[in-house]
């Protein structure tokens, strides 16, 4: 969904990190992709990260989806940007 539907832009002051699959059919199929690369067009401080798969929640390991590999690195992205 994009940010104008929740305001006038992302606030300047608010870093933003966007995981997901490259080919998960809802986070690719469905658009989500599309608003997450124009929010970091648009953000001052802000990154998109894309694993190679197709699972939509692949960092949940109580799922069949799970990745361990992916949430591995999500999880140590995440916990980089936490402590910036």
């Known amino acids: ?3 104008s539907e929740f ?3 992302w606030p300047a002051a608010v870093p933003v990190q966007v995981h997901g699959m490259d080919a998960d059919p809802i986070f690719v199929g469905e658009g989500d992709i599309d ?3 124009a929010l970091v067009e648009e953000a001052d401080d802000a ?3 894309l694993y190679p798969g ?3 929640y692949f960092a949940d390991s109580s799922l069949p ?3 361990p590999d992916a949430a591995a690195l999500l999880t140590q ?3 980089a940007f936490l402590s910036r």
Do not use: K, N, T
């Open 1 to 3: 969904m994009p940010v």
């Open 7 to 9: 305001g006038p832009g």
């Open 35 to 37: 608003a997450a690369r």
């Open 47 to 49: 990154e998109l990260f």
């Open 54 to 56: 197709d699972q939509h």
């Open 65 to 67: 989806s799970f990745d």
């Open 77 to 79: 992205r995440v916990l």
